[in-house]
Nanobody, 128 residues
Framework: QVQLVESGGGSVQAGGSLRLSCAAY????????MGWFRQAPGKEREGVGA???????SYPDSVKGRFTISKDSAKNTLYLQMNSLKPEDTAIYYC??????????????????????WGQGTQVTVSS
């Protein structure tokens, strides 16, 4: 059974940091395109980071320089390090996996419309 399980969410003050983790079960993430997405109340889901099978990464301008996506193939886990958090970063964060061959830049736009697997989400709340 393919499953993605996120953890690491919580509440933090503006300027703080959090690291999200996404453990994969049922398949190895090494050859998959992986991404982090978020959805705030009343807003559409948006991508905040993607990493392709070759390890290349891509971020939207809203988080570039603050968020870092990485993966540990030995632990079969995806991470999102979030620094300098802002109240507008408050959202439910989801990890996703997709077996299609694509670059990280492509993944941010493609996966949001139908990645093969999604986690259940973890809440991140940033207070001012």
């Amino acid at each position: 059974q393919v499953q993605l399980v996120e953890s690491g969410g919580g509440s933090v003050q503006a300027g703080g940091s959090l690291r999200l983790s996404c453990a994969a079960y049922g398949y190895t993430i090494y050859s998959y395109c992986m991404g982090w997405f978020r959805q705030a109340p009343g807003k559409e889901r948006e991508g905040v980071g993607a990493i392709d099978a070759d390890g290349r990464t891509s971020y939207p301008d809203s988080v570039k320089g603050r968020f870092t996506i990485s993966k540990d193939s030995a632990k079969n886990t995806l991470y999102l390090q979030m620094n300098s958090l802002k109240p507008e970063d408050t959202a439910i964060y989801y990890c996703a996996a997709d077996g299609r061959r694509m670059t990280a830049i492509q993944a941010l736009g493609v996966m949001i419309h139908g990645a093969h697997s999604w986690g259940q989400g973890t809440q991140v709340t940033v207070s001012s």
